[in-house]
């Protein structure tokens, strides 16, 4: 996220940072300019890594925060976002997205323009890209020069990029790749005659921090706003939209609205679509009591037990401070954590058929120790529901998929899969049903999200087969 207004952001920043910790574990940090920048960063959550010390020396009417989670490169400080830069101006970037040709990249400029990336994070690539192109043009008119700037990440960049970056003693910049896939939205917080904005991942911040949300950046969009409040804004190069389906599914939060689509209520009709489908393949299933796997199946499970007309319950209790089991390194981790993660409330499984609902099934091995747990509690029958389709691809845009060798659904057929995960039913989301409850409602221009995770079907440009072994081979 990142923030210009007529006050001190650091601290509101730091508050935004935690409303978006769910998009991020691994590392955070926070950077400010006031005739100088000034940075913070660590590894860890927010509320460990900042405190007053470091808070106060903060400073500056402008500032841009992370939290990172690991896609490209490792979990360290060296690639903990965000970067800067000292020259042209000074700049400082951070991202939410992936570059899949980030090596390539980094070759090439070191080679061709003798620039050496410190770190294995994508974000110092465009950061270098984007100080590249922007000295291109630095005689010229400044605006110009910064949407040619973004220009020129667009031409070199492959992958998925939402990006928000301060230039040192003229403002703050945001741009959205062309297929606009990773979200970024824009909020307004008016204070006397000025106005202060926000541009951020998702709009979880906005109420609590006063700003009023305005819209999302266009894929292919580009905007900076200076010192003076003057906005400005540019489509550079539009592509077929397809915004990310799997942050309707699992990794926004619930009260965001992205690209005019309430994530909300994009889960509840996940919910509705799904129990359409267990009416249709199992009429009559006797089901006692509809269960989420918590938390982020929680909406869709709930409007499936209306659905059905069956009690909704919160049988299994999510301790909050454990770290999210998907985006932990390595299934050993995983599983570990689990076991202190969900525990279950036995009076609502003992001698029912339960129903559990989970926003998907990657490997199947948390799928199983949920089932066992409830087993374990004198379930009657389990059923299991998945609120999306089989994942079978790794994505390459910002979720860390695994490989495709370890996607349950590409080596078990859905029988197999059953058996793996000691359920007397399973059933899936059919994709048509995913994409429909995305898009259903709001006032959006959604014609049909990216999927690839599901289908393969990669909207950016050159997917091969040795793309995607690559990619594989980093994970």
Known sequence: MGIIGGNDVAFDIYEGLIALQHRGQDSCGIITYNRQFHLKKG??????????????????????????????????????????????????????????????????????????????????????????????????????????????????????????????????????????IKPLVIGERKIGEKTDYVFASENTMFSALDFSYVRDISPGEAVFVDLDGNFYSRTIEQKSFKPCVFEYVYFARPDSMLDRVSVYRSRLRMGQNLALKIKKERPGLEVDVVIPA????????????RALGVRYSEGLYKNNFIG???????????????KFKISPIELEIRNKNILIVDDSIVRGNTSLQIVNLVRKCGAKKVYFASASPPLRFPCLYGIDMPSRKDFIANYSDIESIRKKINVDYLVYQDLDDLVEAVTRKGDHKIIRPCHACFSGEYPTEDITEETLNKAEALR
Do not use: W
């Open 294 to 305: 918590p938390s982020t199946a929680n909406t869709a499970a709930l409007s499936l037990a």
């Open 324 to 338: 999210r089991t998907f985006i932990m390194p390595g299934q050993e981790q995983r599983k570990r954590s689990l």
């Open 43 to 180: 590894l860890g959550l927010a509320r460990d890594v900042f405190d007053e010390n470091n808070m106060v020396r903060l400073t500056g009417k402008m500032g841009i925060g992370h939290t990172r989670y690991v896609t490209v490169g490792n979990i360290s400080i060296e690639d903990a976002q965000p970067f800067k830069i000292e020259a042209p101006y000074g700049i400082a970037l951070a991202h939410n997205g992936n570059i899949f040709n980030f090596h390539e990249l980094r070759e090439e400029l070191f080679k061709k323009e003798l620039r050496h990336i410190n770190s294995d994070c994508d974000a110092e690539v465009i950061l270098n890209i984007f100080a590249l192109e922007l000295e291109k043009g630095i005689c010229g008119d400044f605006i110009e020069n910064v949407f040619n700037a973004v220009s020129g990440v667009y031409k070199r960049a492959k992958g998925a990029y939402s990006v928000v970056g301060i230039i040192a003693d003229k403002g703050l910049f945001a741009f959205r790749d062309p297929h606009g």
